[in-house]
């Protein structure tokens, strides 16, 4: 994992805003959505990188990733699989370096 990615994507698209992206992973598909949540690497820091995070679709953004019954909505995404993301508001991008 790269610790410097995932604080970029953490600053740049999570913590100021839930901004629409695009993921791309790594077997080629392209998921949509904001981002909800996401899992640390280390639970006693949020200083450092991220296992994974949590997609839902726009439409969902206010569901906090889960519905009225408790279930997961959306999607966990392990951060090995990402390939890259992209602001769909601006079209940067960030690639994940492995």
Not at 32 to 48: A, L, Q, W
Not at 82 to 94: A, F, P, R, W
């Amino acid at each position: 994992m790269n610790e410097g990615t995932s604080r970029k994507i953490w600053e740049e698209y999570f913590k100021d805003s839930d901004r629409l992206v695009e993921v791309t992973l790594n077997d080629g598909r392209k998921l949509s959505g904001v981002f909800v949540s996401f899992i640390p690497d280390n639970f006693n820091t949020v200083k450092t990188g991220y296992l994974g995070w949590h997609l839902v679709k726009e439409s969902q953004r206010w569901t906090v990733g889960i519905d009225p019954f408790g279930f997961l909505v959306g999607e966990i995404i392990n951060e090995a699989n990402i390939v890259s993301v992209k602001s769909l508001s601006d079209n940067t991008i960030i690639h994940f370096v492995r």
